[in-house]
Structure formats: C-alpha cells, structure tokens
C-alpha cells in the first residue's frame, strides 16, 4: 500500500521561500503521478501543481504560476515542490497525492482524480 509522508512546512515571512518533501513508502513512486494541494480554512483542496511519472507532464494553478517548480526524483521516491514568494493568501495546509499512472502519460490537478493522499504539511505566511 503506498504511503505519502509531507515535510517542509512552517511559519514564513511575505517574499519568503519554503521547499516542501513528499516522500512515499510502500509502492514505487515512479508508477504514479503525483499532485500537490492547498487547503486554507474550508472543506475545497486546491490543486496547485502536478507532475506525471517521467516528468513529461508538469501544471501549476495560475495562482502560483511563476513561484512554483515541482520536481521528483523517483530514485529516492520523493517528490519536490519549491514555493518561492509566498504571500499570506499561500497559508493552508499543503497535502501530496498520488495517481497510479495510466497512458497517455499526464497529471491533474483536480483532487478528485487521487485516490492516495498524505497527512499535510502547514505553510503559514504572516509578518
């Protein structure tokens, strides 16, 4: 069964950076797209980036457009998300989920195509 486990998270100032780990157990990584999503106050899960198994395939939201790179390395199955620029509408809690890949190779980012999520990391920014 695979596993998620989110890291990185933490209390930043506005224009801050943080760089959030999702590191899967159980499964090979390398067979699933994975995806990252936000959570502010409120029940929705945004998605906000996604990466399928090579790589080939990358989205980010437009909200983040341009402060976001996703990045994976299936050899140390984990899966990177670089968060530059953070401004306070960024606070929520950051989850990783996993897609077992199918063909043609692409990503999503609505959370309902996940099956597979992790506990979250909290990412709050405030001066």
């Known amino acids: 069964q695979l596993q998620l486990v989110e890291s990185g998270g933490g209390f930043v100032q506005p224009g801050g950076s943080l760089r959030l780990s999702c590191v899967a157990s159980?499964?090979?990584?390398?067979?699933?797209?994975i995806g990252w999503f936000r959570q502010a106050p409120g029940p929705e899960r945004e998605g906000v980036s996604c990466?399928?198994?090579?790589?080939?395939?990358?989205k980010y939201a437009d909200s983040m457009k341009g402060r976001l790179t996703i990045s994976r390395d299936n050899a140390r199955n984990t899966v990177y998300l670089q968060m530059n620029n953070l401004q306070p509408e960024d606070t929520g809690v950051y989850y990783c989920?996993?897609?077992?890949?199918?063909?043609?190779?692409?990503?999503?980012?609505?959370?309902?195509?996940?099956?597979?999520w992790g506990q979250g990391t909290r990412v709050t920014v405030s001066s």
């Open positions: 159980g499964l090979a990584l390398d067979d699933y797209n």
């Open positions: 989920a996993a897609d077992f890949a199918v063909w043609p190779p692409d990503c999503q980012l609505g959370a309902g195509g996940y099956p597979s």
């Open positions: 990466v399928s198994v090579s790589g080939g395939s990358i």
